[in-house]
């Protein structure tokens, strides 16, 4: 009996050691090892953790105005989970005017693509100042909702929207890339143009901050005094070559009309001018009705959000002209002096190819040639300069010609700082083997000459290629930003630095096409553009237009093409200006881009010339097809889309379903529908 009173007295004591051990060790793993992630638990509830976002870098233009700023915004955020039965819709409603339906409709939207997991599910955007001081009040009173700030960005000058860009919300596919592992859900990234582009400069570097709050989620103050926070690192600033008045009114007059206006200064490269036709209220795409904005410029047929300048690419007509002029004199298959008897065709191909002048001399050298935009002289000269001699065949002869263009920074993207740039077209021999089955010669590409036929280029390629001729054999990539944080050498901007060389054509070759571009203004066919105290260098172009429609081939209207720079010597300003389905290039983009040349050189235009600014500005040229013509091009879209998603099974059978009849039916509807709206002119 003892010994059992013994052990039973050796157990109690053994319990009163252990017990107080275990609780010591569990307090021990709960409050300094965090097993089971307790000590974060409850760090949570009272520690809230505000991610600063920086200020995006302000952007000026070259007169340090300043063209791109900030507005600080808040959007409501929450977290599903936290969102119980008892949470107070109605009161939530109130305090940000909208319906409980809006708030359930929306809730539920967000919750279905992202989960219920998910944190900081950014609900409503941009709340008004109004929403936003109510819900600093009592925004304790919802478990799960905090108010969150970021920068929005605003325009203080109204304009750009074509380069500029806009931000927008990290998506899902991004952050699953390595390029964005810094960022987190509900970062905001620039998605077109400069915002893009300068996007790891312009967004800065985030700060975090601890706050402690309450038991009713109230901010009380700083954790730990502060002393784990990290300051938010404002994004650089951008200084641009753009010279916001000159924009402005390139804008004004480029409103109402579908095209491009480029200009660039040819001694850096520095853009100083780029518009597109029609552009849009940049501001449209800031604020809360962001996307419902997006969606509708997506929808317009005029296609607000297609980059005009760097996208669009045309035959560039007669202002191809100085550059065949220029590689048929460095390949010394003519002199200065030679001419050619254009009787209003170009006929030694066996087929007539037009001029717009017949007789009187005005191909009797190159000067006039250019001067008077003689067709058949340029078929001509382009046909010597593939067929010479010293190539042995013609293929021979292409591949040279395209190794010119190349070195001209035709056929492939120049590199402009801002994305989605086209390159346009330069056919090789491997092109015209494919077409012609290897059976071909000069006649078969005679008409690119004169800037017809394969060659394609944009805008910004037309603009770039008159600096070059302006700096007789030199260019640099056309770009935007001289400076980034006042750095006007750093790292991101060393590749537009750089000189890139053009061939190795004399200084004299391009003396004599300057003199004859001179003449295109003095005398030939842009005296609309001459003005008394500034020497331009110009050339007029009108671009062929054709589409198929119904599975025929319809011409349009032509393009008005034009390019310049001014003045002949130490030029400053180098202009391309393309505005679609508008006839003649002196009629619409001449004018134009004189009035640009004359607002950046002399920083107003002359009293004289107000009218044509008047003209340029309240002048509509966007045709009735335009809108059937999109129709059609979204319906063959869809068709696309359609096809591509069938089985392989599907398109078996929708092919043996097809029917020629039918497809005849459908093409004659498409072209009479399309010639009822074309015969209806701008």
């Known amino acids: 009996m003892a010994d059992y009173t013994q052990n039973r007295s050796n157990y109690i004591r053994i319990l009163f050691v252990v017990i107080p051990l275990v609780i010591v060790i569990r307090l021990l793993f709960l409050q300094v090892f965090d097993v089971g992630g307790y000590k974060q638990a409850a760090i949570g509830q009272a520690v809230y953790i505000k991610k600063i976002y920086p200020p995006r870098g302000i952007i000026y233009d070259r007169n340090h105005k300043v063209i791109m700023n900030n507005n600080i915004v808040y959007d409501l955020v929450v977290e599903p989970r936290k ?37 900081n599910l950014a609900l409503f955007r941009n709340l008004s100042p109004v929403a936003v001081a109510r819900l600093q009040e009592n925004i304790y009173e919802f478990t799960g909702v905090e108010l969150v700030e970021h920068s ?19 998506s899902e596919s991004q952050l699953k890339k390595e390029k964005y592992a810094e960022y987190q859900k509900g970062d905001y990234i620039g998605i077109t143009g400069i915002e893009n582009f300068y996007e790891d400069v312009l967004r800065g570097r985030p700060g975090v901050q601890y706050l402690l709050r ?3 989620q109230r901010i009380q103050g700083s954790y730990k005094e502060g002393s784990l926070d990290s300051m938010a690192t404002p994004g650089q600033s951008l200084e641009l070559f753009i010279d916001a008045k000159l924009q402005k009114l390139t804008e004004d007059m480029m409103s109402n009309k579908l095209g491009s206006a480029v200009a660039i200064d040819p001694q850096t490269g520095g853009i100083l001018a780029f518009a597109s036709g029609p552009t849009y209220d940049p501001s449209l795409l800031t604020g809360a009705s962001k996307g419902k904005n997006l969606g509708k410029l997506l929808m317009d047929a005029t296609k607000p959000l297609f980059n005009r300048p760097i996208q669009a690419v045309y035959p560039p007509g007669s202002t191809f002209k100085p550059i065949t002029a220029l590689v048929a004199l460095d ?74 263009m190349n070195e001209f920074g035709l056929g492939h993207p120049i590199g402009i700082d801002i994305p989605n740039e086209k390159g346009g077209n330069i056919p090789d021999s491997n092109y015209f083997n494919r077409t012609y089955n290897g059976n071909w010669n000069s006649c078969n590409m005679s008409i690119i000459g004169m800037g017809q036929g394969e060659v394609l280029m944009t805008p910004l390629q037309m603009a770039n290629s008159m600096c070059i001729i302006a700096n007789k054999g030199h260019y640099f990539i056309p770009h935007f930003v001289k400076s980034i944080g006042g750095d006007s050498t750093h ?18 070759a391009y003396q004599y096409v300057i003199g004859g571009m001179q003449g295109v203004v003095d005398f030939g066919t842009a005296r609309i553009a001459r003005m008394a105290d500034i020497v331009v260098c110009a050339k007029t172009g009108t671009a062929q237009n054709e589409r198929i429609i119904g599975g025929k081939r319809i011409k349009l209207q032509n393009h008005s093409m034009f390019v310049a720079f001014a003045p002949r010597e130490n030029p400053k300003i180098a202009v391309a200006v393309a505005i679609e389905n508008s006839g003649y290039g002196a009629t619409w983009a001449g004018p134009i881009a004189s009035l640009m040349i004359e607002q950046y050189l002399k920083d107003s235009i002359s009293p004289k010339r107000q009218f044509l600014v008047k003209k340029m500005k309240d002048a509509k040229i966007i045709p009735n097809y335009t809108y059937i013509l999109d129709s059609i091009e979204r319906a ?10 069938m089985s392989k099974d599907s398109l078996k059978i929708l092919q043996m379903q097809k029917d020629s009849v039918q497809r005849k039916k459908d093409s004659l509807k498409a072209a009479y529908y399309f010639r009822r709206y074309y015969s209806k002119k701008p």
Not at 152 to 170: D, H, K, L, P, V
Not at 331 to 347: A, D, K, L, R, W
Not at 495 to 505: C, D, G, M, S, Y
Request: hydrophobic share 30%; proline share 2%.
């Open 214 to 216: 309450d038991v009713k």
């Open 83 to 119: 969102i119980t039965k008892d949470f107070d819709t109605l009161f939530l409603c109130k305090m940000l005017n909208v319906p409980v339906s809006e708030f359930n409709t929306q809730f539920k939207r967000m919750v279905n693509k992202y989960g219920w997991n998910q944190k």
């Open 152 to 170: 929005e960005r605003s325009f203080t000058e109204n304009c750009g929207a074509s380069f500029m860009g806009y931000i927008n919300e990290i």
């Open 636 to 645: 063959e879209a869809r068709e696309r889309d359609r096809i591509k998603n």
């Open 491 to 508: 790292e991101k901007l060393k590749p537009f630095l750089q000189k890139h060389q053009v061939a190795n054509i004399t200084d004299s």
């Open 331 to 404: 390949e010394g298959v003519i002199t200065p002096s030679f001419g050619y008897g254009c009787g209003g065709g170009y006929y030694a191909c066996g087929r007539r190819i037009g001029c717009t002048h017949s007789g009187g001399g005005h191909a009797r050298n190159l000067a006039y040639a250019i001067a008077y935009s003689c067709n058949s002289y340029f078929c001509h000269i382009f046909r010597l300069a593939i067929d010479a001699p010293k190539h042995g065949n013609v293929h021979v002869g292409l591949q040279r010609w395209h190794q010119y």
